[in-house]
């Protein structure tokens, strides 16, 4: 169970987006529009850091906590403009680098292992992105080899999750230092649908360089989570999922990438679970910090 509950968290996905301006901020502003040239290539790397503790109770056990070291997973990218059309439309292709792992110290050897073969695939995918130059996307494809475990999907979707976090989509209208965007996203899987609000608040505006400053607010309704790797008969209830997290990203309106960019989040998920005749509840404490840099 302890080990299971690990990957509900990898398995959330994006269903919507949508981003509106709550200011337009200060004079001058000007329309933000992504210019990369096309041919040019943007290497980054992302690394992940994840800590979570596991408090469980229930009618026939006491009260125990423990918690759940994970190794830094580290995760290359590769972005290539392959056209720019003369309306802005941007076509690119990317492709992953093979993933590596830090701070392997007291993490447990066989939830290492399983991470290491989960993410020797990743090196093999590659895709298609098209977008319009204010960044949003248009077309998406993905190429997954067919070798890959099941288990990749969760861990690519917790990755792209990330990356959508830190890559702006500007709205329309001029914006100034001091804008104020909020972006909403849906996410929804497993049964758990969360309401996820990143404002961006914008304090540099150049040709050259962007700065923004961001407050992430999560939160989930109480349903029935569908687990379903989960024994037969099992129940399982969300009872709460409630998070927040803060963020600074750098980019350059000739990168899609940022230049820099880093989150730190924590979430608290409460749930019930009624198995094989026991009743006991279960709250996981979840801490991420990401941080990606590109060149």
């Known amino acids: 169970m302890k080990r299971y509950l690990i990957f509900i968290f990898f398995a959330l996905g994006f269903v919507s987006a949508q981003t509106k301006v709550i200011s337009v901020g200060d004079e001058p502003r000007r329309v933000l529009n992504y210019l990369p040239a096309e041919g040019s290539v943007q290497n980054a790397e992302m690394a992940m850091r994840i800590a979570m503790s596991i408090t469980m109770v229930g009618d026939e056990f006491p009260e125990e906590t423990f918690a759940s070291k994970l190794p830094t997973i580290i995760l290359p990218m590769t972005l290539t403009i392959d056209n720019v059309s003369k309306d802005g439309v941007i076509t690119s292709s990317f492709a992953y680098g093979e993933v590596s792992f830090s701070d392997e110290s007291n993490v447990d050897p066989d939830l290492l292992a399983q991470f290491q073969e989960s993410f020797k695939a990743f090196k093999d995918i590659t895709g298609t992105i098209v977008s319009n130059s204010s960044g949003e996307m248009l077309d998406y494809k993905i190429n997954v080899p067919e070798s890959a475990p099941a288990t990749l999907e969760t861990y690519m979707t917790q990755a792209e999750d990330m990356l959508r976090q830190m890559v ?53 309704e109480p349903r029935v989570m569908d687990l379903p790797d989960m024994p037969e008969g099992s129940v399982v209830n969300l009872v709460n999922m409630i998070g927040q997290g803060t963020g600074m990203t750098y980019s350059s309106p000739g990168k899609i990438f940022p230049i820099s960019s880093a989150m730190a989040s924590k979430t608290t998920m409460v749930m019930t679970i009624d198995m094989d005749g026991q009743h006991f509840q279960q709250t996981i404490l979840l801490s991420m910090d990401v941080t990606l840099r590109s060149k």
């Open 168 to 220: 702006f989509a500007y709205p329309q209208e001029a914006l100034g230092e001091n804008a104020i965007l909020e972006n909403y996203q849906k996410i929804s899987n497993q049964g758990v649908e969360m309401e996820q609000t990143i404002t961006s608040t914008f304090s540099h505006l150049s040709d050259t360089m962007i700065l923004a400053s961001s407050q992430i607010e999560q939160v989930a």
